[in-house]
């Protein structure tokens, strides 16, 4: 199976409020075909994707919260199973695109093409629902349950190499740091918080009518 084929299904079960976090490389544009909103958080540091998406599902407990992670991602920072595990958040879904290469860089070959088991050490860790799936059946149906079942949910894609190429007008055109303000301002819109201020243009305060020539009465 191929990673746009997943990630359309993912699609299909967002349609509210969920705040997705994705991962760098091909998957960028994909998703933002399929979902371009200020719902999702794309984060071009590997090793941190599943780590602030759990950070945002530990922040706000009644949002669902998922990970677009990749196998290269996560093995650069494998500690983050062991939070998931201990900390047992119930609205955190994450997905790995476990394509066993790095093929944004040519394709050389990730741990997992070898005897590396990422579903394994999720449930090493204490994660109870880690699964790995090789089919696009068996992927709807991890991500139906996780869907439908509280408790973390680690679901590892086994893919195919591919990436879908979109025509130049049709690919994401925002950068890393515009993608980070419009989601922040985002979840401050609907969870009515502030969490970066308003720039502060004056601490004055004008009382009454005041001309062009005059100074405003301060108090």
């Known amino acids: 199976m191929k990673r746009f084929e997943c990630l359309k299904i993912i699609a299909s079960h967002l349609q509210g409020d969920e705040l997705a976090v994705v991962a760098l490389g091909g998957m960028i544009d994909e998703w933002h075909h399929l979902r371009p909103s200020n719902k999702n958080l794309f984060l071009k540091i590997m090793g941190s994707i ?3 998406a759990f950070g945002l599902a530990d922040s706000l407990p009644h949002r669902r919260v998922v990970s677009l992670d990749t196998d290269g991602s996560m ?4 500690g983050i199973l062991c939070t998931i595990g201990n900390v047992q958040p119930k609205n955190l879904i994450t997905i790995i695109m476990d394509n066993e290469c790095y093929e944004v860089i040519g394709g050389p070959p990730t741990h997992t093409a070898y005897h590396v088991d990422l579903a394994a050490m999720g449930r090493g860790a204490g994660i109870e629902r880690a699964v790995a799936v090789n089919n696009l059946e068996d992927f709807e149906k991890a991500l139906t349950e996780a869907y439908h079942t509280e408790g973390p949910s680690f679901i590892v894609a086994k893919l195919e ?5 979109f025509p130049e007008e049709e690919r994401k055109r925002t950068d890393g740091l515009e993608d980070k303000y419009n989601f922040v301002r985002y979840i401050e819109d609907s969870e009515k918080v502030t969490i970066i201020p308003r720039e502060v243009k004056s601490l004055r305060k004008v009382e009454g009518p005041v001309k062009w020539n005059e100074d405003p009465v301060i108090d």
């Open 75 to 78: 093995l650069l920072n494998m």
């Open 161 to 165: 190499r591919g990436t879908e190429i």
């Open 50 to 52: 599943t780590p602030v």
